[in-house]
């Protein structure tokens, strides 16, 4: 089945330490997106790629970093520049193409990140 | 203010009643999505929409563009609907989220 795989679904961090969270999708969507999700907040857009090898800043994009080297994978680190890493992080992703059913988001299970 | 405002925040009902959220947002939109989100975290999209009215099984979500509105409606509510809700706005490449909806549905 396609889907949005994210990873690890836990992760603890010591300040100081850069982290990676994993998204890989299996369903050939051109778009892919970072999410930042706090208590009582709506999501927030962190980085967003529209195609390989190009991603663009979102809302809160200073303390994160990307890439995006294949279709399918879109990493996010987030650096010791965060300065309020703790939150749950979503990935996402869209085709975007004009067919029936395109422009519908999928989303990952998300990943939740703790820094003691 | 929120450019999109869900009401109510939390809203909790017997089994069996009709549901009804609502999102209205203050910017111009070429899509809105509404968005379920269990207690795991995860999040499936339940629709997108531009204009009037889309059902799935118990689900009824519409929109009115001219009062920048939409509604999603559950009908024959069930415990297992109790989640939180989402409305999103989707103006050109970017999304706007509400701040959710909690519903709880007691048997």
């Known amino acids: 089945d396609g889907g949005i795989t994210q990873s690890p679904k836990y992760l603890f961090r010591k300040e100081g330490q850069n982290v990676t969270l994993s998204c890989e999708q299996n369903?050939?969507?051109?778009?892919m997106y970072w999410y930042r999700q706090d208590p009582g907040q709506g999501l927030r857009l962190i980085y967003y790629s529209q195609i390989v090898n190009d991603f663009q800043k979102g809302d809160i994009a200073e303390g994160y970093s990307v890439s995006r080297e294949k279709k399918e994978s879109f990493p996010l680190t987030v650096t010791s520049a965060q300065k309020n890493p703790t939150a749950f992080y979503l990935c996402a992703s869209r085709d975007r193409g004009i067919l029936s059913g395109a422009n519908v988001l999928t989303f990952g299970a998300g990943s939740r990140l703790t820094v003691l | 203010k929120n450019e999109v405002e869900q009401s109510p925040q939390n809203l909790t009902a017997q089994e069996g009643e009709f549901i009804t959220i609502n999102c209205s947002y203050s910017?111009?939109?070429?899509?809105l999505h509404w968005l379920q989100q269990h207690p795991g975290g995860g999040i499936v999209s339940l629709f997108m929409l531009s204009s009037g009215k889309k059902k799935h099984g118990r689900l009824i979500a519409t929109i009115n563009i001219q009062e920048k509105h939409s509604s999603l409606h559950i009908t024959a509510s069930h415990p297992r609907d109790s989640a939180v809700y989402i409305c999103a706005v989707r103006g050109n490449e970017k999304l706007t989220f509400g701040t959710g909806t909690r519903l709880t549905i007691i048997p």
């Open positions: 910017v111009g939109i070429s899509a």
């Open positions: 369903l050939n969507h051109d778009a």
